[in-house]
């Protein structure tokens, strides 16, 4: 049981350059979340999913596309990275009880 | 939007003593609150969730939920240099499937 899988761990990009990343979850949960979270605050919801072909927005969206492509996976999108959007990504996923939540190692990115 | 405040500390305390972690928040229809611990770059998990005024306990834990001074609070008993990390305190969300935002949590440092 891997739980939340997050690819890659680290990535570098130049001022423009678009990148995906990647989420998967193995415990059949239905909602699924990307999180961002820069040095000195708390994680800010990107956006994220309550079931499979459903997306929403959440606090800090701009700049970025979401897919879910089925139930286990859902993949988060800069098409033109900006050194604003340095900062390390969380996916998480949560399952019917509060119990079931759980996040992924994260992916450390710098844009230069 | 829902927002809690934390004090960003660093809170310093010796072994063996109680840490106290404490999380304002500003909506009043903010009914159960999660207590997160995150490591240093690693990524946050549940430790704590208290629905109900007065206490909750767990092991050396202890979560505290005053809804008429809207205010919770988190007890560390005989802190360990390994309770060393940030903690994150979020309100739940109400009837949504979603992981709530976060503040930016409270530094806690145990010194031997």
């Known amino acids: 049981n891997a739980g939340v899988t997050q690819t890659p761990k680290f990535q570098v990009l130049k001022t423009g350059q678009s990148m995906t990343l990647q989420c998967a979850q193995d415990?059949?949960?239905?909602?699924m979340y990307w999180y961002r979270q820069d040095p000195g605050m708390g994680l800010r919801l990107i956006y994220y999913s309550a079931s499979e072909g459903t997306t929403d927005k959440g606090e800090v969206p701009n700049g970025y596309n979401v897919s879910r492509l089925n139930k286990r996976e859902f993949s988060l999108r800069l098409e033109s990275a900006a050194p604003s959007q340095t900062s390390v990504y969380f996916c998480a996923s949560s399952g019917r009880t509060y119990k079931e939540q759980y996040f992924g190692p994260g992916t450390r990115l710098t844009v230069t | 939007q829902k927002e809690v405040e934390q004090n960003s500390g660093p809170l310093s305390v010796p072994e063996g003593a109680i840490a106290s972690l404490n999380c304002t928040y500003s909506?009043?229809?903010?009914?159960?609150f999660f207590w997160y611990r995150q490591y240093s770059g690693k990524s946050p998990e549940l430790i704590m969730f208290i629905y109900s005024n007065g206490d909750k306990e767990d092991g050396r834990f202890t979560a505290q939920l005053n809804k008429a001074s809207q205010y919770v609070s988190l007890l560390i008993r005989d802190s360990q240099p390994s309770d060393s990390a940030t903690y994150l305190c979020?309100?739940?969300?109400?009837?949504?499937?979603?992981?709530?935002?976060f503040g930016r949590g409270t530094s806690l440092i145990v010194h031997p």
């Open positions: 979020a309100p739940a969300p109400s009837g949504g499937s979603y992981i709530p935002t």
């Open positions: 415990m059949n949960h239905n909602s």
């Open positions: 909506d009043r229809g903010s009914q159960s």
